[in-house]
T-cell receptor, first 109, second 110 residues
């Protein structure tokens, strides 16, 4: 069974810092990997989708990489802002989505 | 383009009752998946429907069931509610690879 781990579980940084969130998975037979953001009590907002054949995707200040062979993905957030405070989840898609437990990010003004 | 719509947003039910949650996917999306999110277990896959057929199912008891209609709208039903069913239930629709989630239904069982 696919297992997805996210490290760190929580992260607190001052505004303006660049940061990296990590996601690892045990089964490399995936179709794609998707990063989401979740605000408290809300649904998930899609941030980036990386197909299994791709190495990275970028959207604005966000960059996600995928190394399928080592079972790792990273989400890089540049110049963090207080509005980035949320829980970030990665999900790997085999025949269903398997989610990590998330990284709770707090950006301090 | 409207996003994924889940109704109701909040529900309070009593143990032993049953509940039906609704999900309207993004127009044109034929795949609808359901997830349960709890603080202890995180996000867990319930089932996926595609063109009115259940395509995949997670590891939940038979009290959890779902269906999809010809217009791709989906419902999930939980019978004989237990306290442990209290959770945020999320629905996702997809066309191809990317999943888009609704705001969820917060179910509280008392």
């Amino acid at each position: 069974k696919q297992e997805v781990t996210q490290i760190p579980a929580a992260l607190s940084v001052p505004e303006g810092e660049n940061l990296v969130l990590n996601c690892s998975f045990t089964d490399s037979a995936i179709y794609n990997l998707q990063w989401f953001r979740q605000d408290p009590g809300k649904g998930l907002t899609s941030l980036l989708l990386i197909q299994s054949s791709q190495r990275e995707q970028t959207s604005g200040r966000l960059n996600a990489s995928l190394d399928k062979s080592s079972g790792r993905s990273t989400l890089y957030i540049a110049a963090s802002q207080p509005g980035d405070s949320a829980t970030y989840l990665c999900a790997v898609n085999g025949n269903q989505f398997y989610f990590g437990t998330g990284t709770s990010l707090t950006v301090i003004p | 383009k409207a996003g994924v719509t889940q109704t109701p947003r909040y529900l309070i039910k009593t143990r032993g009752q049953q509940v039906t949650l609704s999900c309207s996917p993004i127009s044109g999306h034929r795949s609808v998946s359901w997830y349960q999110q709890t603080p202890g277990q995180g996000l867990q896959f319930l089932f996926e429907y595609f063109s009115e057929t259940q395509r995949n199912k997670g590891n939940f008891p038979g009290r959890f069931s779902g269906r999809q209609f010809s217009n791709s709208r989906s419902e999930m039903n939980v019978s004989t509610l237990e306290l442990g069913d209290s959770a945020l239930y999320l629905c996702a629709s997809s066309f191809g690879s990317e999943a888009f989630f609704g705001q969820g239904t917060r179910l509280t069982v008392v």
